[in-house]
């Protein structure tokens, strides 16, 4: 209903990793091998992005903190528009092509969007942030 939430915290997340719809098992999975690693992410869903841009600051700044610039969002179809929410510093594990069929557990494998992908991406983004 706000469009995006806190699906899975920890206290003092060092990283958010951002995914929706069919992505947020990967999230989920990335924050476990992350935990296993000592390195502590928040999982946010974010299924509607227009919806949660209308949410009060404070609700937004809640989710997404503004000092926390450590994030990754995961994505299967375009990345494009993750930039606002990833910031400067964030990655995205994502597609920006078409063309390929396949189951996509098959897919996800072959073009990278995996759960291991996601966490390396965090350790990533975590080392240039500090």
């Keep these: 209903m706000r469009g995006a939430y806190i699906l899975r915290d920890v206290d003092q997340a060092e990283v958010i990793v951002i995914g929706t719809g069919s ?3 990967l999230a989920l999975t ?4 992350l935990a296993a690693q000592n390195v502590k992410a928040r999982v946010v869903s974010m299924p509607c992005w227009e919806i949660f841009d209308e949410q009060p600051t404070e609700y937004r700044e809640a989710v997404l903190p503004p000092g926390l610039r450590a994030r990754v969002a995961v994505e299967a179809g375009a990345t494009l528009a993750w930039g606002r929410y990833i910031g400067l510093d964030g990655a995205i594990v994502g597609l920006d092509r078409f063309g390929a069929s ?3 557990q098959v897919l996800y494998d072959k073009l990278g969007i995996t759960a291991e992908a996601v966490a390396e991406a965090a350790r990533r983004v975590l080392a240039r942030t500090g």
């Design 23 to 25: 992505e947020v098992h």
């Design 30 to 33: 990335a924050q476990e091998i």
């Design 102 to 104: 396949a189951p996509y």
